[in-house]
């Protein structure tokens, strides 16, 4: 079996690849002359030089392949052109699905985001549930017509399954798309102290482990059409720092910044962004996306898919047992 998998130096795909080679897959990667490899040096795999934005290159990269993990996307908070997000997150997969449909892969399995489903109210997110606030960025948009856009091709008669982490941390590249763990490398070394309006904001916090197994198993057992939410447990920002100053033994006074004073900051932060291009901290968006309930359940992954979730009190001690050895290299 080959596998082919686009996004393969990011947080979540380095580790997918990892996963794979271990399982005795032949894997071949698509990514830019650019990129950082030394994550997956050693690995006897194929390295195709090119970008989800140019077809040529995605045509050679699928080649010879079974099976697609697509995980490629633009997922930053911000970009000087709001397109960005289109291109990549619609265009590269539109481009990934044509070359696969084109070169026979038996199927693809496109990574979307939980944020397509929007904000949870009094229950926790599903894959049936409808989604009743407007989108908060770009990123959101771009993500559910890229959804749509699998939707199509399943259409067609292509087997694509999608696939949507929630807030992924875990043991990892400390980059932008594994801010949790950053956020919580930062707190045990008493550099983040902060915690959005009164703190009862949920979110839900998946292991990374759990995520890239689930990839696997959407390969496998995802019915074609089919969306599932790869997830942990909902928990509140006060739970999460509790749950971290107890297992960090680290016992920092927490600083409620209120949502006025976070969105101001936002704003100048954008401002500096538009007018300097300086990359912000934060932008408005992305206050209102965390001042909000993102409550998922992953019960359809776990009946259709046999996913399954690690405690989070279980994750978190794993996560920072990697960090305390890596801060001791």
Not at 41 to 60: A, M, N, Q, T, W
Not at 193 to 205: E, M
Not at 251 to 260: A, N, Q, T, V
Request: some cysteine; overall charge positive.
């Amino acid at each position: 079996m080959k596998v082919l998998v686009t996004g393969s130096t990011g947080f979540i795909g380095v580790r997918l690849v990892h996963f794979l080679h271990k399982k005795g897959i032949s894997v071949q990667i698509l990514c830019r002359k650019t990129s950082d490899i030394r994550t997956l040096k050693g690995l006897p795999i194929r390295i195709i030089h090119g970008d989800v934005l140019d077809y040529p290159s995605v045509e050679k990269a699928v080649d010879g392949c079974d099976s697609v993990f697509h995980l490629a996307g633009y997922a930053k908070n911000w970009a000087r052109r709001s397109k960005v997000f289109f291109d990549v997150n619609v265009g590269g997969t539109k481009n990934v699905l044509d070359a696969a449909k084109k070169a026979g892969v038996k199927k693809v399995v496109v990574t979307s985001t939980c944020m397509t489903f929007g904000p949870s109210a009094k229950a926790a997110k599903k894959e049936c549930d409808e989604r009743e606030a407007s989108f908060f960025c770009a990123y959101e948009k771009a993500k559910s017509d890229c959804e749509t856009l699998a939707c199509e091709y399943v259409d067609k008669g292509f087997q694509v399954v999608t696939v949507n982490p929630t807030r992924v941390f875990g043991p990892g590249l400390l980059n932008e798309a594994n801010s949790v763990t950053k956020m919580i490398d930062k707190y045990i070394q008493g550099k983040w102290r902060f915690i959005l309006s009164d703190g009862k904001a949920i979110g839900n916090y998946a292991y990374v482990e759990d995520v890239v197994l689930g990839h696997w198993l959407a390969l496998e057992k995802g019915k074609p059409g089919e969306k599932y939410i790869l997830g942990g447990e909902n928990l509140t920002y006060n739970d999460f720092f509790k749950i971290l100053s107890e297992l960090s033994h680290r016992r920092y006074k927490i600083i409620h910044i209120p949502y006025k004073v976070a969105m101001a900051f936002a704003v100048f932060q954008n401002w500096m962004a538009r007018w300097f291009h300086i990359y912000p901290l934060i932008t408005p968006d992305w206050v209102r996306v965390f001042n909000s309930d993102w409550a998922f359940s992953s019960e359809k992954a776990e009946k259709e898919i046999n996913y399954e979730i690690t405690p989070f009190r279980e994750a978190l001690d794993r996560t920072l047992s990697w960090l305390n050895r890596e801060q001791g290299k």
